[in-house]
């Protein structure tokens, strides 16, 4: 019997049908374990696409983000420079420091506007595709950098740094979703990382290349700003070497030869050892029948997808809220006034960085052994106990003398417990609770709302820290708790399941509770 469906019809259905798929699992054989566990291996396609995402998209992001915030003072006189000589006038400190500001933040407003379009052109030209264009981006942004001193043109500037910002947006959102959808079950939270540890490495080097012992000076900023280029021409080189997903051509574009083609050469065996993968993909495609376009309105009015699209965009604005950006910047501050003297103070926040790339690659081996959930409450929990005992050594740090020794000690101990589940599960949790139909809105949606939380702290947290000085960090904590909060009450355990498991087990909204569950 057919069933004819409305486009108002078509969440109860997908609700219903993925309840049933669910349940019944359409008969996948789940004690095949011999065969799994031969697909879940890395193979030298999928350690390719990895790198090439961690290092041609994922490193470049996070080096727009650190690069420019050592050579402040310079830019700034660049910034005087060209307004003096293009509109005849001297521009005021006040305005100087709007327009840096603006120089700073239009970084942001690119990454949310290429969060944005990421969902339309993950869709509609699929994941390479998409790939390509941040790739495109960046490249173009390095360019424009280069032209910005010949021309003493602030507006070049102020282009380079939206274009970068959008490369930006488009490999937050399309990375771990890509990743996630090219990797085996148990390998997707190890994968999933490689987004994170791309951004914490190009936090790092943006923060070496400058320093004014590098990169950092008068005649070299340009090239600074640039330097990042090679990587997206790499990445652009290697792409048409990549696979496309194989859920995408599977289930969006319904190219199922194509698809398997793909898996085939993904896990470098052949198709009589992937019927378990095979299977999987046909679920996604049943759930997903007659559902033709998940846009934004869709995915955000469909009840059933309600608590996992605010799993993904609490997990992402708390992380941001989490105060990990604030902690980097007054980190300098603390160890200035440690006594460290400017440079070392500049080498110790990079010894910090290097903490946090370090914990990166330790997240990266703990997924697959460690369940999400236990991983991300206890990186909240100790988060915390860190902040707060960083606002109380910096509060106290002029009347007890080894307090600011603390201080120091506490920013170390917060980077580290932050990058146990903090830092990287909000950036994948939403490919693993959403079917290849909706995940990339969800993950979209995600990834503004990670921007926007930057964007907040960003400009609040100078205004707060003047006025309420070290107890700022006592918001950091209430928000970082509310998260755990939320994530105890409601986020399942993702790892070793599928994702029609896990959409199963929150088909009733707000009262699919884990901590009633044996979840």
């Known amino acids: 019997m057919e069933i004819k469906k409305k486009d108002s019809e078509v969440p109860t259905l997908f609700t219903e049908t993925s309840r049933i798929i669910g349940l019944t699992d359409l008969n996948v054989d789940r004690d095949d374990d011999e065969e799994r566990e031969k697909s879940d291996k890395w193979s030298p396609l999928l350690i390719l696409s990895g790198a090439t995402c961690c290092l041609g998209s994922a490193v470049p992001a996070g080096f727009n983000i650190g690069v420019i915030n050592t050579p402040e003072n310079l830019m700034k006189a660049f910034c005087n420079e060209s307004v003096r000589q293009h509109y005849g006038m001297q521009i005021s400190d006040d305005g100087l420091n709007i327009l840096?500001?603006?120089v700073v933040s239009i970084f942001l407003i690119g990454g949310v506007s290429g969060s944005l379009t990421s969902s339309i052109f993950a869709n509609k030209l699929g994941r390479k595709g998409t790939l390509v264009i941040g790739n495109i981006?960046?490249?173009?942004?390095?360019?424009?950098?280069?032209?910005?001193?010949?021309?003493?043109?602030?507006?070049?500037?102020?282009?380079?740094?939206?274009?970068?910002?959008?490369?930006?947006?488009?490999?937050?959102?399309?990375?771990?979703?890509?990743?996630?959808?090219l990797s085996p079950l148990k390998l997707r939270g190890t994968l999933g990382v490689l987004c994170q540890l791309g951004i914490t490495i190009g936090v790092l080097l943006g923060q070496i290349v400058s320093l004014d012992t590098v990169l950092g000076t008068e005649n070299h900023w340009s090239y600074m700003l640039a330097i990042f280029s090679p990587l997206c021409i790499l990445s652009l080189l290697l792409t048409p070497i990549l696979p496309e997903s194989p859920?995408?051509?599977?289930?969006?574009?319904?190219?199922?030869?194509?698809?398997?083609?793909?898996?085939?050469?993904?896990?470098?065996?052949?198709?009589?050892?992937?019927?378990?993968?095979?299977?999987?993909?046909?679920?996604?495609?049943?759930?997903?029948?007659?559902?033709?376009?998940?846009?934004?309105?869709?995915?955000v009015s469909d009840p059933c997808l309600r608590l996992p699209l605010l799993l993904v965009i609490f997990s992402q604005f708390g992380q941001q809220l989490s105060g990990i950006n604030a902690v980097f910047y007054y980190s300098n501050s603390i160890f200035k006034t440690a006594g460290l003297g400017k440079?070392?103070?500049?080498?110790?926040?990079?010894?910090?960085?290097?903490?946090?790339?370090?914990?990166?690659?330790?997240?990266?081996?703990?997924?697959?052994?460690?369940?999400?959930?236990?991983l991300l409450l206890n990186s909240c929990y100790l988060s915390a106990c860190c902040l707060?005992?960083?606002?109380?050594?910096?509060?106290?740090?002029?009347?007890?003398?080894?307090?600011?020794?603390?201080?120091?000690?506490?920013?170390?101990?917060?980077?580290?417990f932050y990058g146990l589940g903090l830092g990287p599960i909000p950036y994948f949790i939403g490919s693993e609770l959403f079917d290849v139909g909706p995940r990339p809105v969800a993950m979209a949606l995600g990834s503004v709302a990670n921007w926007g939380g930057n964007f907040i702290v960003g400009m609040t947290f100078p205004l707060l820290q003047k006025s309420i000085g070290p107890f700022t960090f006592l918001i950091f904590i209430a928000c970082t708790l509310t998260l755990s909060v939320f994530i105890r009450l409601y986020l399942p355990e993702t790892r070793g399941k599928t994702?029609?498991?896990?959409?199963?087990?929150?088909?009733?909204?707000?009262?699919?509770?884990?901590?009633?569950?044996?979840?």
Not at 344 to 366: D, E, K, R
Not at 394 to 402: A, D, G, K, R
Not at 500 to 510: D, K, Q, R, W
Request: charge should be positive.
């Open 499 to 519: 994702t029609v498991e896990i959409a199963s087990s929150m088909t009733l909204g707000f009262k699919s509770r884990v901590i009633n569950n044996s979840n």
């Open 343 to 374: 440079a070392i103070s500049q080498y110790a926040t990079i010894g910090t960085g290097l903490g946090n790339v370090f914990m990166a690659l330790i997240s990266a081996l703990l997924m697959s052994r460690i369940g999400r959930r236990p």
């Open 100 to 102: 840096w500001s603006a």
């Open 388 to 416: 707060l005992v960083l606002c109380f050594t910096i509060l106290f740090s002029n009347t007890v003398n080894f307090m600011m020794w603390l201080s120091i000690l506490a920013i170390q101990a917060y980077v580290i």
């Open 247 to 299: 859920k995408f051509l599977y289930v969006i574009k319904e190219s199922h030869d194509k698809a398997i083609n793909e898996l085939k050469r993904l896990r470098n065996q052949d198709m009589n050892k992937l019927r378990h993968e095979i299977a999987l993909l046909d679920q996604e495609r049943a759930i997903r029948a007659g559902v033709n376009d998940w846009n934004i309105h869709r995915v």
């Open 137 to 181: 981006c960046g490249i173009l942004g390095a360019v424009v950098f280069l032209l910005a001193p010949t021309l003493i043109s602030v507006e070049l500037l102020l282009i380079g740094r939206l274009l970068v910002g959008l490369s930006g947006g488009l490999a937050t959102s399309l990375l771990p979703m890509y990743l996630s959808e």
